[in-house]
């Protein structure tokens, strides 16, 4: 099951996270000649700006993050340097300093936790993970769980729905974070969220589309994102050992829903994650969480 996900991963057309989140499953699957691969196309594509993997309709400030890691491993030093000048200097953000998640807009994404937050832990500037965790967290988070995304224009929640997918996010960011700097003082909050979300998961395992709203799809995704932090959590010391049960189950959950050909189904769908379908992210959190369940 692991190669046809992994090849059905590989088969998709991928935006810039999407190539980060390929790399990181290739990563801690042991497939560092994959990962390096990966990197290097992002670095092809990374823009005058810094912004790794670049597409021709990119408009996301923080998306080309996510491929950092894997840059950084394969040895690309200057592309990540570049990466990391962008984030630290370049990129729009508000005035306390936490980013926006577009280039042509005044918005906050619980996204952004994931794309950002690890590869800034990783190249050491832990400074600025914590940084970007709190706006996010005061602006996002109500109750332990986040909205999908905040205006700075307005002052306001633009959506304020429970997106699984965004808590999904800001959760595995957080945990993958912590692999990187075990020292982060971000351990509490990544239990917090995950916690609120799990209070709200359904019979089969599974979660709504929106959390707390029965009236969206069934999401598969949001399952293996939490996954991913239980079991990452329960590896890396910083979850009780019960957490990787919980962490089994959802995956178990999520795994009933590949096919035979290795798709994902029910997912949160590109391109426009608004329905259920699939996606490159949906896929590679299956193998993310496959991996953090084999290292218990």
Do not use: K
Not at 52 to 63: I, K, P, Q, W, Y
Not at 237 to 258: E, F, I, K, N
């Amino acid at each position: 099951m692991i190669e046809r996900v992994l090849t059905a991963l590989l088969a998709v057309q991928r935006q810039s996270w999407e190539q980060g989140v390929a790399a990181q499953a290739a990563l801690d699957l042991g497939r560092t000649d994959l990962a390096a691969l990966l990197a290097e196309a992002a670095v092809t594509r990374q823009s005058a700006d810094g912004r790794l993997g670049t597409v021709a309709d990119e408009t996301g400030s923080v998306n080309g993050a996510a491929c950092g890691e894997a840059v950084l491993r394969a040895g690309f030093t200057d592309a990540a340097r570049r990466q990391l000048d962008w984030l630290a200097h370049g990129a729009p953000r508000a005035a306390d300093g936490t980013l926006y998640h577009l280039l042509d807009g005044r918005e906050m994404w619980a996204d952004t936790v994931y794309m950002v937050v690890p590869f800034l832990a990783r190249s050491g500037r832990t400074d600025l993970a914590v940084q970007q965790v709190e706006g996010h967290r005061q602006r996002l988070c109500r109750d332990g769980r986040y909205a999908a995304i905040w205006s700075e224009e307005t002052g306001s929640l633009r959506r304020a729905d429970l997106w699984g997918g965004g808590n999904g996010w800001v959760v595995a960011g957080i945990a993958r974070a912590l692999r990187a700097a075990p020292s982060l003082p971000l351990a509490g909050h990544a239990r917090e969220v995950l916690d609120a979300c799990l209070a709200l998961r359904r019979p089969d395992g599974l979660f709504h589309d929106v959390l707390d709203d029965p009236a969206t799809f069934v999401e598969t995704n949001a399952a293996q994102m939490f996954a991913y932090a239980a079991l990452t959590g329960v590896a890396d010391g910083w979850l009780p050992r019960s957490y990787a049960q919980v962490g089994r189950d959802l995956l178990a959950a999520a795994t009933a829903r590949v096919d035979g050909s290795g798709w994902v189904r029910g997912a949160c769908g590109s391109p426009s994650f608004d329905r259920s379908g699939t996606s490159a992210e949906a896929q590679a959190f299956h193998l993310l969480a496959t991996a953090a369940r084999d290292r218990l």
